[in-house]
């Protein structure tokens, strides 16, 4: 397997509801290499309840962010010879506020 990783995660901070895409892609090898992703050193179980999907490219999609989704991600690659990790990509969801104008005045971009 070669040393660097074709596409990796990086990080990102977005709006809590928001749909997140981390990608990754595995570094050449034969035997292909599977991917992995995890989150704070723990692998990401493919659950049917779950709003994380892992795409059949090999990306990460996290929709309806929550705080919870908040974390380190890495991807990892492995085969029968080898294993290799991205360095992890910090995913920030954060509460979005909403900003009103005091009464009888109005906000402009």
């Not at 990401?44 to 962010?65: P, Q, R, T, Y």
């Not at 920030?92 to 009888?104: F, L, Q």
């Amino acid at each position: 397997m070669r040393k660097h990783f074709v596409q990796t995660p990086t990080s990102d901070r977005v709006p809590e509801g928001s749909t997140v895409q981390l990608h990754c892609i595995a570094p050449e090898s034969d035997p292909k290499a599977q991917l992995t992703w995890l989150k704070d050193g723990v692998e990401l179980e493919k659950s049917v309840d779950s709003n994380v999907i892992h795409g059949s490219d090999g990306s990460l999609i996290i929709s309806a962010a929550r705080l919870r989704d908040s974390g380190n991600y890495t991807c990892e690659a492995t085969n029968i010879a080898n294993r290799r990790s991205t360095d992890p990509a910090m995913l920030s969801v954060y509460v979005g506020s909403v900003i009103a104008a005091p009464e009888g005045l109005s906000l402009t971009h």
